[in-house]
């Protein structure tokens, strides 16, 4: 029997759904309403048309066979109704009416369905600051708002900028500020670290640093107080200073558009999400939502979580269409992936971060593996550094966490095991995950395999290591301590320092160990060096066999130190 | 207890399991014999010394800090005592004791053991051909001849070569010797297709393209007779032609090492390779075996598999290495993943092509997606051309194998499936599956999520689709049907069709369709063709709804009917 359906929101998650719809039951019929003249946009591409990586924005509106998808599109071709510039004011679940008003006329109308679809989406979240009315104080809010900051800046009269927040969209906006337009950029961050809530604070520290390198600024720890300046904006006043600045963009994250499901009396989080079940359908069954204003369950911690993100939109608006013709699809939820390039260095993850699973509840350890992503003997390799999170005891795989220039590389690697995340894999399936193998593509025993042996050793109690921040604490406060770093690779290597630190560096290389325990020092703390922590491992295992056993192997080794800006 | 352990065969395997246990145990002993006076190499990195991207053999020999893993290497940092150009004889269950003989003195001894390990490997198959002892025809065993055929072709004298199989040695060595070495290269295979097994037809024909894009030959359906030559080789002839060579490469796959095994009367498969359990444990419970010389649980089919792999080995190794130090570790088995790199193409597959799949009894279906490995409208996107192996009815996923210039991208989508296959995943967890997604690295709908998508599609009888086979079958046959090809794209992708196929070529853009269903022609069958298959599926629909139902949507359209080789 045909239905009538209405879709609220026109942007991912309402076109997929009611396209997937139309398509299952032709002879139903779909209007689809946005607030916005623009719609159905690739919102994700943003940072991009910024950048000028993508130089027109009707591209991130565009097919890939290159038509635009307007309302006519989705009409003509799609058979969906689409009213832009109109807003839903309210639904009327009785009647099974929405309140609809047209922004250009000011006309009021209603529209029935049977059932009706909320895509309503996020935006970015407001921090009230006094003069974020300024011009040229920006949200990422729409497609809209972007052709404003990229003409903004396009007119050549911005130099410096402030970015609020260095979240996923925050550092994107950086680099697209500082690469193309070479724009004087700082990232204030109240958190101690980027990307907080995602990465963990290692992870955090190498992105960062690429950033860094990059030439943007980051203030962390910092609180962004006002905005100061008379019609434009012209600086930012932080709880530590004050930064000049013409173009101030905002981007601390965003909330669920829940107002109207709220105000419906559909059933809402404390999180001010809407509470939808795996079939994507609200407390009413005749009113489906998803995408950025629901939240679903984090197929890690069991709890509800909140994934803002276009691909979930995607997945759960075709869920959704199914589902409205009568199927019965479900969405289970959601472990976490995230992907956010950096300059040339991807930062991939998923599940969750090792202070994230701490707080939520887990008894968590990390390691790392610094590995080449290819066989080592084969040319044009790059490093991939990865950092596995999982439980103790239990050896439960909580996340997975890399950063590398080899972007797909360390994003398959990811996905390999977010992919097993809601079948509860240990560290022994990661040990022996069976990944497509030969010399151009990986090692034999590729860098996730070795992660999970890691894992494996520490679990087990061979492997005693500390990871750069333990280090760090540890070489801080060595003139405090008992305590000799042994740096288990070849003079060569090692050379650089012991001439500058030659009361507390020593070296015994672990292939001459064997025959050199005599030189092995004595102190109360011994921290082993290597390059990437396999031969200090070995030498642990060396020592501990002849009563040392007072040592401490420096996980993912100097390569990983580096990587996250130890200067020593 | 100190242990004494035997392991027999010093490349991947033996090795990892040698140095795995002795970290385990280090107070137990472990001596490893070869019969090659070059042990612990990667072996997969042949074809790549070869081609000249390994410039030294010793690479192949070393350790990511570069030292070489000789027996010195194994003594003295890994505490394994190794013999070169040792020949395990016989083994003496009873005894517990290997009898062995130097290969240089000729002398012969006994090694007691309490655990033995057989990484006996694998040997290149021999096909009894006349002339194979003529020089300059090689087969790829291991690093000496690779020495030895690489300096005969340095030496200039090499015009003509022809390699004997197109399984994953030959074409990586056929790439070699043109790429490199410039040397005019023909590859001969009795089978009709490259990568026999492996992957599908289509996908071989694909592959193939790339080779022969790049200036491969290759011979297909021909059976190689004899080599021709009076002290080195100057001919191959096959039962259709004589080929000038000057140097032949034999690559028809290897056969396990199993011959000291069976003499000691362990458990041999019918195929010849050495029964072990998940343990690694041949019938013998002292005695492990791994690697190429055992045959382990196809994961997908659930009957024995034969894997030869050096990632197998070292998995396998560690597990051995283990359970030798009393673990308990498990190797399940495998499902069976691959990839080459084949010039600036990536071959990517896991689990089982649709004609293994069929072979093997399953009513399997196969479907086609080429999308971007990016958001379409981020730049510098590759296509990746994916095809999904699944069982009707139930859509279980049975296998997936790829093409693309994006290697990494490709792999990370079938490692993603890879690891799943032993879950028995379904078409609803492809079209669902949670992949890592910003802009630059995927679409918010990913190839595989669309792969999962057209599956079900095509499960549902929705899509009623054809693959490259079948849609040259049709074209090659069209004068003598009722049949059109209708184009769903714009004139302009169309044009060049309607011009020179007026009688069997039309046009009605999916778009346009809707208000243009009178200019749809009518046929006993009707192609329904686009870019890439999913606006001729959206047309495939349209038409459905007006009770046209005779449609064929092509799979992955005429993207992937040129990658395919299609010329028309």
Redesign the interface.
Known sequence: MAKQVVVIGAV?LGP?AACRFK??E??SSVIMIDESRIISY?G??IP?YISG??SDAR??Q????H?VRDAR?FE??K?VHVLTRTRALEIDRAARQVLIKDLESGKEDRLNYDKLVLATGSSPRKISLPGSNLENVFTVSGLEEAVKIKDSISRGSINRAVVIGAG?IGL?MAEALIDLWGIDTTVVEIAPQILPGFTSMAMSRMAKKVMEDNGVRFLLNEKVLELAGENSVSGVVTDKRELEADLVVMAVGVQPNSELARQAGLKISNQGAIIVDEYMRTSDPDIYAGGDCVEIANLVTGKAGYFP???????QG??IGTNLAGGQ?V??G??G?????LFDH?V???GLSLEKAREEGYDALSTFVVQ??K?????DNDLIYLELVFENNTGRILGLQGIST????L??????????LP?QPTT?DI????????????S???AL?NLG?TAENVLQG?NKEIGPEDFVRLWETRDQQDIIFLDC??LENAAEYLQKYPDKWRNVS???M??NLDKVPRAETIVLVC??GG?SY?SQ??LR?IGIDNTLNVSGGMKLLKKWGLDI
Chains 1, 2 share one sequence.
């Open positions: 991912a997929k398509r299952l032709p002879e690739g994700c591409g991009y990586d993508v591209e991130l565009s097919t890939t066979f038509m599109f003509q071709v058979g996923f994107e993100l276009g691909s979930m939109a995607n997945r075709r869920v699809d969405f289970p959601a472990v992936s995230f992907a956010v390039k991807g991939v993850g998923t080449f992503d066989s080592h003997f084969y040319p080899n972007k797909d590389g994003k398959g690697r990811v996905d390999a095991v977010a992919v097993l079948h022994k040990s022996n995950l069976e990944l497509a193998y030969s010399p151009p593509f990986s034999a025993m590729d395999n042996h061979r690779r070849d672990n292939e001459s064997s025959s390059n990437t031969r070995e295992l060396r066999k």
